[in-house]
């Protein structure tokens, strides 16, 4: 099972004087159960790659497949395989319309065609997903809530639609820290549990790091780079400055140290590697 674009293009615009490619030729295969972060400055093409994994962009040339179906055929099993993939846009508060938290979330199932009963469950097995109580919270009206509750409530009509990938544009944005490490943790815990396919969209190269197994990298539209995070971090770094992506700061912070004589692995990826590295460099572990 896997979403594959191939050899995908689309232009904003066309036959305009404001015309542009926002991506080029781009051919990507990501398998249900993957964690992947897609990283690259601003109008690289990321947010448009991913509008073009549910269908909510058509390619100007090539095709997507999500399990093997192409998503913009026509027919039943298109729809379905369209409704396989959730997307939380960047501040997915915007995304809230209804009148109380439990229209909101039961409008993907109930567009499914779910019973009442179905979407009940449906609704109750998101908001406990996201940590929100079914009835202190269901009948309240969503924008009576604070911004991480908001963002909670999106996240749970998108979980709602049990999709089996879930695409993640830039989540944390706007967040306090506390807030932040929340929502991850719920997402980490959702990936766990369902086993579904994960692609999280961050300027963020700590949540990359952090969270995803595999990288890739975008620029003019293009992936310039696709592999393992920890590999990509440590051994693309000219080409990550290329193209205006930097590497999280543990990885900076380890250099220093190991420039100062601190005996420091040459793996170190996130905070805790470098926090566990320095304790066993002054021999506190």
Do not use: C
């Not at 232009?11 to 972060?37: C, D, N, Q, S």
């Not at 924008?143 to 998108?158: E, H, N, T």
């Not at 579904?196 to 990288?215: F, P």
């Amino acid at each position: 099972m896997s979403i594959r674009l191939d050899n995908v293009s689309y232009t904003y615009m066309k036959k305009t004087p404001y015309e542009r490619t926002a991506i080029k030729e781009v051919t990507l295969t990501i398998e249900k159960g993957e964690y992947v972060a897609v990283i690259g400055h601003t109008g690289s093409g990321k947010s448009t790659m991913m509008q073009h994994l549910n269908g909510l962009l058509n390619p100007d040339q090539g095709k997507v497949f999500v399990d093997d179906v192409d998503i913009n055929g026509k027919g039943t099993e298109a729809k379905k395989s369209r409704n396989r993939v959730g997307m939380v846009f960047q501040y997915p508060e915007h995304q809230i319309f209804a009148e109380t938290i439990f229209e909101d979330v039961a409008f993907g199932p109930r567009n499914k065609g779910l019973s009442e009963e179905e979407v009940e469950k449906q609704v109750r097995a998101a908001l406990s997903f996201v940590g929100l109580d079914y009835d202190t919270f269901a009948n309240r009206s969503p924008f009576q809530l604070s911004g991480g509750q908001m963002r909670r409530v999106a996240i749970a009509g998108v979980i709602a639609m049990d999709p089996d990938y879930l695409i993640l544009d830039e989540p944390s944005a706007g967040l306090d820290p506390r807030s932040r490490d929340s929502i991850f943790r719920e997402i980490n815990e959702l990936y766990q549990a369902k086993k579904m396919a994960v692609i999280l969209v961050t300027h963020s190269m700590e949540e990359a790091a952090q969270y995803a197994k595999r990288l890739l990298v975008m620029a003019k539209g293009k992936i310039v780079i696709d592999g393992d995070s920890a590999e990509v971090f440590q051994n693309h770094r000219e080409a990550l400055k290329e193209v205006g992506v930097d590497v999280p700061q543990a990885i900076k912070l380890a250099d220093i140290l190991r420039e100062r004589g601190l005996d420091i692995s040459n793996d170190v990826l996130k905070t805790e590697d470098l926090v566990r590295q320095i304790k066993l460099a002054k021999g506190w572990l």
